[in-house]
């Protein structure tokens, strides 16, 4: 639980995401915040910092059994122009992501022809943060450690068109070696001492690992397929603009491969 009641700096707008908890428990779905709103409660609010970039939209991911579950959701929301997934909820921009039931192969089909590789949304499901918002709103949110894995999946699949997911990463890594998160991996023996004690990388072989647990080997090799890709590993590199992420990023590497094996 992360409880953030009574304060006044959360950016994400609670009565935005107390109306989609309501419109999700009406439709019989559970539902997970996540991407850069899902960074701000998780990481920025636990650290009382600034979000590097400013949240826009929100995203939320929804567990759904199949097409005529996502529709009835959908008939619930105001849609925004012709997108199947894009809507607009208080005047704030939702973007959401249908998983579980509706999946071929990990891949969700939408019915203007989009495909979403849903890959990490699953997985993120499961090992999700209770989070109380300033009013007393409880939301599902996707981990710190489940953020890293999906970043990396979601730059893969749209870095062409914009690096947000990278600087996301990069912000994320970073904030990991960091207070309050650093404490549980001065306590993890093994990231530091494949790292030299290196907190900043120890930070990311940590959770790394953890975020590579709830993936079955097939699905978490699809994030090991990007950093192993020496062209796609350095355009990651460079978009994430911190000073480490080489280091970082092979730290990360070796983490998530240790914790897929186990």
Avoid at 27 to 56: F, N, Y
Avoid at 177 to 198: C, G, R, Y
Wanted: net charge negative; glycine share 6%.
């Amino acid at each position: 639980m992360i409880d953030l009641t009574g304060r006044t700096d959360v950016p994400v707008p609670e009565e935005v995401l107390r109306e989609l908890a309501a419109v999700c428990r009406d439709a019989g779905v559970d539902c997970l915040v996540i991407g850069a709103a899902a960074r701000d409660l998780v990481i920025h609010s636990q650290q009382g910092t600034s979000p590097i970039r400013a949240t826009k939209d929100i995203d939320i991911a929804v567990a759904v059994r199949g097409d005529d579950q996502f529709r009835g959701l959908s008939s619930r929301l105001n849609r925004r122009g012709t997108s199947p997934h894009r809507f607009t909820v208080l005047g704030i921009e939702v973007d959401v992501v249908p998983f579980g039931g509706i999946e071929t192969e990990r891949s969700v089909t939408f019915t203007d022809g989009a495909v979403f590789d849903a890959t990490g949304i699953a997985e993120a499901h499961s090992t999700p943060v209770l989070v109380r918002m300033p009013q007393g709103t409880e939301v599902q949110v996707a981990s710190p450690a489940a953020l890293t894995a999906l970043k990396i999946l979601a730059w893969s699949e749209r870095h062409a068109d914009n690096p947000k997911d990278a600087v996301d990463l990069g912000t994320i890594l970073t904030a990991l070696s960091e207070s309050p998160f650093d404490d549980e991996v001065w306590t993890d023996d093994e990231a530091l001492e494949v790292t030299d004690a290196d907190i900043v990388a120890a930070a990311s072989y940590h959770y790394a690992q953890i975020a590579a647990r709830p993936f079955t080997h097939i699905d978490g090799q699809k994030v090991l397929n990007v950093l192993g890709d020496p062209l796609r590993r350095r355009l990651l590199l460079r978009q994430m603009r911190t000073a480490m992420a080489d280091d970082v990023l092979e730290a990360y590497a070796r983490g998530f491969a240790s914790g897929l094996v186990r």
